[in-house]
C-alpha cells in the first residue's frame, strides 16, 4: 500500500521558514517525480513545485519562485519543501503528491498524501 506522509507544517510568522518533509513508502520512490501542492480555505488546490525523480529537474509556480526550494533524498524515500520568506498568502494545506510523469496535471497525480497545514500570521 503505498503512503505519502507529510510533515513539518505549522504556523509561523511572515518572513519566516519552514521546511516540509514527505516520507514516501509502498512504491518505488526513485522512479516517481514528486510534487508539492497547496489548497488555500476557499480555492482551488493549486501546483506548487516539482522534481524528477532523478533530482535533476525543478520547476516552480510563480508565485513562489526564489522563495520555495524542493528537494529529495531517494536512500530516505523523502521529498522536501524548504520554504523562506512566508507571505500570509501562502497559508494552505501543503500536499505531497507521485506520479512516473514529470509534468503531470494534478488530475492525473497517481498518489497522494493527506496534507499538512502552513499558517503564515501577518
Known amino acids: 500500500q503505498v503512503q505519502l506522509v507529510e510533515s513539518g507544517g505549522g504556523l509561523v510568522q511572515a518572513g519566516g521558514s519552514l521546511r516540509l518533509s514527505c516520507a514516501a513508502s509502498?512504491?518505488?520512490?526513485?522512479?516517481?517525480?514528486m510534487y508539492w501542492f497547496r489548497q488555500a480555505p476557499g480555492k482551488e488546490r493549486e501546483f506548487v513545485t516539482a522534481?524528477?525523480?532523478?533530482?535533476?529537474?525543478?520547476r516552480y509556480a510563480d508565485s513562489v519562485k526564489g522563495r520555495f526550494t524542493i528537494s529529495r533524498d531517494n536512500a530516505k524515500n523523502t521529498v522536501y519543501l524548504q520554504m523562506n520568506t512566508l507571505k500570509p498568502e501562502d497559508t494552505a494545506v501543503y500536499y505531497c503528491?507521485?506520479?512516473?510523469?514529470?509534468?503531470?496535471?494534478?488530475?492525473?497525480?497517481?498518489?497522494w498524501g493527506k496534507g499538512t497545514l502552513v499558517t503564515v500570521s501577518s
Open positions: 503528491s507521485a506520479d512516473r510523469l514529470y509534468t503531470a496535471a494534478a488530475d492525473g497525480m497517481d498518489y
Open positions: 509502498g512504491l518505488t520512490f526513485s522512479t516517481f517525480s
Open positions: 522534481i524528477s525523480w532523478r533530482g535533476t529537474n525543478t
